[in-house]
């Protein structure tokens, strides 16, 4: 049974460009978090996707948006980046019940670094 | 809006020191309560969670926590650490209805051998 998996790994950019990063969920999930994790600090979420919509968001500018596909896999967009966006970025699966209890699986991460 | 502190910044024990990582939270509601530990180079695993029943709740690789409502706190606690205990520990928070999932800062554990 295959985890959470995120492509690619590490991904080196510049200021300016436009970067997306790519995510399948667990088997059996059906919705994903993307979270920005700064170093030394904990995950902050950027925003959740179920049934190919963007169910939650966090406190992120516009520059930062996504999409899921029919597969539940999804993508994380960061437009116009900024050498503040560098950061690990981590998504999670899950799969929504209707009592609420929400257990996330994370990624191994994308390491985004901006020059 | 929930927010979630984790008291410790930096802890460091020794072999077969007992382990208690504090971690308190902000919401009005009824929550869930979940801590992940981050080993050197890995990713985020679910060490365990607390929905409701039993405030203490056992997870694995030994560790166990206790949720209390009156305090608003949920402590990771570990009677003896090991070596391979290292590692980044992060208790979070998600609201009743399976959203609004918030991190704490994170607590670095180092453990001599």
């Known amino acids: 049974d295959a985890g959470v998996t995120q492509s690619p790994t590490h991904l080196i950019k510049t200021r300016g460009q436009q970067v997306t990063l790519r995510c399948s969920p667990k088997?059996?999930?059906?919705?994903v978090s993307w979270y920005q994790q700064a170093l030394g600090q904990g995950p902050q979420f950027i925003f959740q996707?179920?049934?190919?919509?963007?169910?939650q968001r966090g406190n992120f500018p516009d520059r930062f948006s996504g999409h899921q596909f029919p597969n539940y896999s999804s993508e994380l967009n960061v437009n116009a980046l900024l050498l503040g966006d560098s950061a690990l970025y981590l998504c999670?699966?899950?799969?929504?019940?209707?009592?609420?209890?929400?257990?996330?699986?994370f990624g191994p991460g994308t390491r985004l670094t901006v020059l | 809006a929930q927010s979630v502190s984790q008291h410790n910044h930096h802890v460091i024990l020794s072999e077969a020191a007992s382990l208690e990582l504090g971690c308190n939270y902000s919401?009005?509601?009824?929550?869930?309560l979940f801590w992940y530990v981050q080993y050197p180079g890995q990713h985020l695993q679910l060490l365990l969670k607390?929905?409701?029943?039993?405030?203490l709740v056992k997870g694995i690789k030994g560790f166990e926590a206790e949720f209390i409502k009156s305090k608003f706190s949920f402590n990771l606690r570990k009677p003896s650490v090991q070596w391979s205990d290292t590692a980044e520990y992060f208790c979070?928070?998600?609201?009743?209805?399976?959203?609004?999932?918030?991190f704490g800062p994170g607590t670095r554990l180092s453990v001599l051998p």
């Open positions: 919401y009005g509601g009824t929550v869930n």
């Open positions: 999670a699966s899950s799969f929504i019940s209707s009592s609420g209890r929400n257990t996330q699986y």
């Open positions: 979070a928070v998600m609201d009743n209805y399976g959203q609004n999932f918030v």
């Open positions: 996707y179920y049934e190919e919509e963007e169910r």
């Open positions: 088997s059996g999930h059906d919705t």
């Open positions: 607390y929905f409701s029943g039993d405030p």
